[in-house]
């Protein structure tokens, strides 16, 4: 059966060319057999050969690009590419059987629609569009086999799936069900991960090197810091702070699932067990937005508030929405922090840019009335990484800083 072709449109080469690994309904000219989650050639409007991908009609995103060069897209693609993933997170492996990270970044390894993460011997793979769905069963069993994995869980919940005509699924492809829970070590400290119902798939691995920051920050300060863990989840950078031995006044760590705070008292539990000065941790189930009011209208105060919210913006069209959120949490968070405490601050929405959060963080400063200085430029650990012609895969982003 032959491949279909698309044609992309007079002008509208450009991206392309420059290995830009998306092409929009609006840049094709014409589509021949071509059919929905198969590959396609893509020619120029000459009739040259420019790219190899695959197609889906229903999408926006018709064509997501695999390579640039006239090659096949077999078995011995399938594997260079697992394997250049898989060599660039060799000092991450080389941790050991506990060791998590991010072993598929999608269009960032240069393999659109599939996020594979690693915990201990399990695998947790995520089909983000209808060429990658159908074939998730022989992937998994590749992984296993290039891995060592002792199983391959699907965590392929997403709202992004409708886009491509799917529905979410979660569930085994292959292998051995994880536990309910796995044990996960990072930078010496243990973490339960649960990778069936967890938010993403299971933990925050991109905030890897931002807990490591943290723990640095705390082991600086000139006395014991009073910490907020905002959107605490797990408790990872709780953890992270303790595990780390730092001195510490007290953590307030608030969410709004409470099974996601159990989880965290087991994990802050764990990380203080053995150390003579235990850490007064208090776990708030609340809605992020109103325990801050009600700690500005009580005059609390902290040294260090770490902010670190879910997705608020899942398209452009949500991108003033989101940064009315953005400016309401980073604004009460400016008004609790003490002179000279710091306030670690995230995005994780893609469709925010780097520059766009920095500036919604200065209009929050300027609202507050405090003076602030940027100390570091936050983003996700090595194992995430940005391909440079896909500005687009730098979704998490971040800023430290000091307030006076």
């Excluded at 400063?365 to 996700?380: E, F, N, P, W």
Aim: charged residues 25%; contains cysteine.
């Amino acid at each position: 059966m032959s491949e279909g072709v698309v044609t992309i449109a007079k002008d509208r080469e450009k991206p392309v060319r420059n290995q830009h690994p998306w092409i929009f309904s609006g840049a094709i000219a014409r589509v021949k057999g071509a059919r929905d989650g198969e590959i396609v050639t893509v020619l120029d409007s000459h009739g040259e050969f420019l790219a190899r991908g695959y197609y889906n009609h229903r999408s926006q995103i018709q064509v997501r690009l695999l390579t640039w060069q006239d090659e096949k897209i077999d078995e011995g693609w399938w594997r260079a590419r697992v394997q250049a993933a898989i060599d660039l997170r060799q000092p991450l492996a080389a941790a050991g059987g506990h060791a998590a990270f991010r072993l598929i970044n999608a269009e960032n390894d240069f393999i659109p629609g599939l996020v594979v993460d690693r915990y201990g011997d399990w695998l947790v793979l995520q089909a983000q569009t209808l060429f990658i769905d159908d074939i998730k069963s022989d992937v998994a069993r590749l992984m296993m086999e290039m891995t060592g994995a002792r199983g391959v869980y699907e965590r392929s919940d997403i709202e992004a799936r409708a886009k491509e005509g799917l529905r979410e699924v979660v569930g085994m492809i292959a292998g051995e069900e994880p536990p309910a829970r796995i044990a996960i070590v990072e930078d010496g400290a243990t973490y339960e991960v649960d990778v069936h119902t967890g938010h993403k798939t299971g933990f925050y691995l991109d905030q890897r090197d931002n807990r490591r920051h943290l723990a640095q920050l705390l082991a600086r300060q000139s006395s014991p810091a009073r910490v907020l863990n905002l959107f605490s989840y797990t408790g990872g950078f709780a953890v992270a702070a303790l595990s780390a031995g730092v001195a510490i006044d007290a953590i307030d760590n608030v969410d709004s699932s409470e099974d996601a705070l159990a989880l965290a008292a087991d994990n802050i539990a764990r990380a203080q067990a053995g150390h003579a000065a235990q850490v007064p941790n208090r776990f708030v189930p609340a809605d992020a937005f109103t325990f801050l009011r009600e700690c500005v209208q009580q005059g609390v105060t902290y040294d260090v508030i770490v902010c670190d919210p879910p997705k608020f913006a899942h398209s452009a069209q949500q991108i003033d929405r989101a940064a009315r959120g953005y400016k309401d949490l980073n604004l009460h968070a400016f008004r609790l922090i003490a002179p000279g405490g710091c306030l670690m601050t995230f995005s994780c929405s893609g469709a925010i840019s780097r520059d766009l959060f920095q500036k919604i963080v200065f209009g929050a400063l300027a609202d507050s009335g405090r003076r602030a200085q940027i100390v570091a430029h936050l983003g996700a650990g090595s194992d995430h990484p940005v391909a440079l012609t896909f500005p687009e895969g730098e979704y998490l982003k971040g800023l430290l800083v000091r307030v006076l």
